[in-house]
């Protein structure tokens, strides 16, 4: 076959693949979070986060026997974080041993429909940081194994200040597609862009992912005075000590004893 000829072959094949129906997933995530951003000002002691959800399937979708599963996994802003361990030496508690673990994130909840091992195998749940296993592994920079006791008192010590959680259970469907989940944020919870993954199960298997950004950041005369520090670092250490030195002569003025 000559070139010339074989050039309109080519061009119909093209057209033929472009013209083939694309086949959609059978199930799709549509979510939804109560709202994107929280502010955080000087009276803030926590806050609830309210994620919802929706299954859609198509009209040929084949019937499963088992039911759905949701897992909304929420992740902060990647942060490092030093574990140590403290021995008593000579009636002093010093600090002798010391894991690093980097860029692991510093906020982390996550709300299941079931206990996370009835829903998924642990192949999945390493991929998808899914569990407390899964970000303990991935956090290890090399290849050497970290003794046991860093990572438990690593995860002890995030679950102690509200920062890492397990919630099975807190997913509810509200019909047979539809569902929700309440999250609770603590006082203490970090500020920045948190990534929410909402993953769709069935029989072990992933049907169906979708994700949403929760924004978590500081308002009014904080934030001012945090801007401003960064910006003007020379004049906010200049008013610092100013007013340092001010309240300390103005507590001597009222305190001082004739």
């Known amino acids: 076959m000559t070139a010339r000829r074989l050039v309109p072959v080519l061009l119909g094949l093209l057209l033929a693949v472009v013209a083939l129906p694309r086949t959609a997933p059978a199930e799709q995530l549509v979510t939804a979070i109560s709202t994107d951003l929280v502010s955080i000002s000087s009276n803030f002691n926590g806050s609830q986060i309210v994620f919802f959800g929706s299954i859609e399937r198509d009209s040929q979708s084949v019937s499963r026997p088992a039911q759905y599963e949701i897992a909304v996994a929420v992740f902060g802003p ?3 974080v030093v574990a140590r361990r403290k021995v008593r030496t000579f009636g002093l508690w010093i600090n002798r041993e010391a894991e690093a673990f980097e860029e692991v994130p510093s906020f982390y909840a996550l709300l299941t429909t079931s206990p996370l091992g009835d829903i998924v195998g642990e192949p999945i749940r390493q991929r998808r940081g899914l569990g407390f296993r899964a970000i303990v592994d991935e956090s290890q920079a090399d290849d050497r194994i970290r003794p046991p006791r860093f990572e438990a008192a690593f995860l002890r010590l995030m679950q102690a200040q509200g920062r890492y959680s397990e919630v099975p259970g807190a997913v509810e469907f509200l019909s ?3 569902f929700r989940a309440n999250l609770v944020l603590p006082p203490n919870v970090p500020l920045g862009t948190f990534d929410v993954r909402v993953f769709l199960f069935r029989d072990g298997v992933q049907l169906s992912q979708a994700s949403e950004q929760l924004t978590i950041a500081k308002v009014g005369f904080e934030q001012a ?9 020379l004049l906010y250490g200049l008013a610092t000590v100013l007013m340092a030195t001010l ?3 103005l507590a001597s003025v009222i305190f001082r004893r004739d």
């Open 78 to 80: 990647p942060t490092n």
């Open 176 to 178: 047979p597609t539809l």
């Open 225 to 233: 005075m945090t801007t401003f520090s960064r910006e003007h670092g």
């Open 247 to 249: 309240t300390g002569w």
